[in-house]
Structure formats: C-alpha cells, structure tokens
C-alpha cells in the first residue's frame, strides 16, 4: 500500500455534505472519519478550498 500526503479538516454538517458532493466528481477525499473531520489529499487542499469559497459565496444572501 502506498501513503498519501494528507490534510485533516474540520467542518460542520454542512461544509461535509458539500465536500462529499464535491468529491462524487474529483475524488479528493482519503477518508471520511467522522460527522466532523475528513482527510483530502494535501496536494489538492488549495483548490478544494477555493471551490468550497465558490460554493458558499453562490449560497449567501448580501442585504
């Protein structure tokens, strides 16, 4: 078995429902540890985080 590089995030219900949508197209995610936490490839965490910005920016609401 080969070992990846990864990045722990934490996040909510949410932001994680969002990541696993995202990762259906560009599989990113290593692993999926709990309500709270996954692990992405850390070589993909930068633009994963711009995507995740993207996404939220589409949901806000500007008064």
């Given at each position: 078995?080969?070992?990846?590089?990864?990045?722990?995030?934490?996040?909510?219900?949410?932001?994680?429902?969002?990541?696993?949508?995202?990762?259906?197209?560009?599989?990113?995610?290593?692993?999926?540890?709990?309500?709270?936490?996954?692990?992405?490839?850390?070589?993909?965490?930068?633009?994963?985080?711009l995507e995740v910005e993207a996404e939220?920016?589409?949901?806000?609401?500007?008064?």
């Open positions: 078995m080969k070992a990846i590089k990864g990045v722990l995030l934490t996040c909510d219900s949410a932001l994680k429902q969002i990541l696993l949508t995202m990762n259906e197209k560009q599989s990113f995610i290593i692993e999926d540890l709990d309500d709270n936490h996954v692990v992405i490839k850390a070589d993909e965490e930068y633009r994963v985080r939220l920016e589409k949901n806000s609401f500007d008064a």
